[in-house]
């Protein structure tokens, strides 16, 4: 064998062998990174789902959807971005479904509800579930600035499940006035930015026809919805809970709003994605 043709057959022998030997092992209790979901990102269309349950359920169904759903969304290529129940309100159950773009809604929705998982759980869940239809569709206010997909809860690392509290305050603006809505609330939204608060996103109604009909969305709109993660109780109180009330107070004082504005103080469930992570800035619009 001449010396190119046995350079060229060690370069093959050396690829090969780097294919099949495994990545370096991350220790077990080595907490979750952003890099493992580069891959998952670019949401362009998300749900905003407010589920009622029935009386007495709700703890029952957050088990159903935290056990059956969120993988099954991302295997067809959508992402559960985070699901929460709301304070003060005993039965409501609320999740964030993101689709890269609008064609892929129907698509993926199609493949889920007559796909072979719900099949299977349907009757069980749909029991419990006596309304589902207060949807908001939204797109990110900046297309390159969409909610960013945190890693999902590690079973190893956060075993007793997500932290944190989640934030999302529902501006109802009027017909025509959206843009000059959204430049005064991204200046209001700017002074959000303290210690222990992640911005997580900044979403406004997608004015499109539902293209999957047999899951209703509001036609109220239009809509602006600041999302935000919260370290804790205290800094919720302390810190963040003062600059929304200023925030709300100027903004609803400005004649671009069809009423008050609707703040939503959530936990996540023991599977949400959005959640607190301490090293991780969410990178959302501010």
């Not at 501006?171 to 809505?181: D, H, I, N, S, T």
């Amino acid at each position: 064998m001449n010396p190119s043709k046995r350079l060229l057959s060690g370069i093959v022998a050396s690829i090969a062998l780097g294919a099949a030997m495994p990545a370096p092992a991350r220790p077990a209790n080595e907490a979750p990174t952003m890099e493992s979901v580069q891959h998952l990102r670019n949401y362009q269309v998300v749900e905003f789902r407010r589920y009622v349950t029935a009386d007495g359920e709700l703890t029952h169904f957050v088990k159903y959807f935290d056990a059956y759903f969120p993988e099954a969304f991302e295997q067809l290529g959508a992402m559960v971005f985070g699901q929460f129940t709301e304070r003060g309100h005993a039965n409501r159950f609320t999740w964030l479904r993101g689709f890269h773009d609008i064609n892929a809604r129907p698509i993926v929705n199609a493949a889920f509800y007559y796909g072979p998982l719900w099949k299977e759980h349907r009757i069980k869940v749909n029991a419990i579930l006596p309304d589902s239809d207060n949807v908001m569709l939204l797109r990110p206010l900046h297309a390159d600035q969409g909610i960013t997909v945190l890693p999902a809860v590690d079973p190893v690392t956060e075993e007793h499940g997500a932290h944190g509290v989640v934030v999302a305050q529902i501006f109802a603006v009027k017909k025509g006035r959206e843009e000059a809505f959204a430049e005064q609330a991204e200046a209001a939204f700017a002074g959000y930015r303290v210690g222990g608060v992640h911005p997580a996103g900044v979403l406004v109604s997608l004015d499109l026809p539902n293209n999957f009909p047999q899951l209703p969305i509001r036609t109220d709109g239009p809509f602006l919805v600041w999302l935000g993660v919260v370290r804790d109780n205290a800094t919720l109180d302390e810190r963040l809970a003062p600059r929304l009330a200023a925030a709300e107070q100027t903004l609803a004082a400005g004649g671009l709003l069809r009423g008050t504005p609707e703040r939503v103080v959530m936990d996540p469930t023991p599977r949400s994605r959005l959640r607190w992570l301490p090293d991780t800035d969410v990178g959302a619009a501010p």
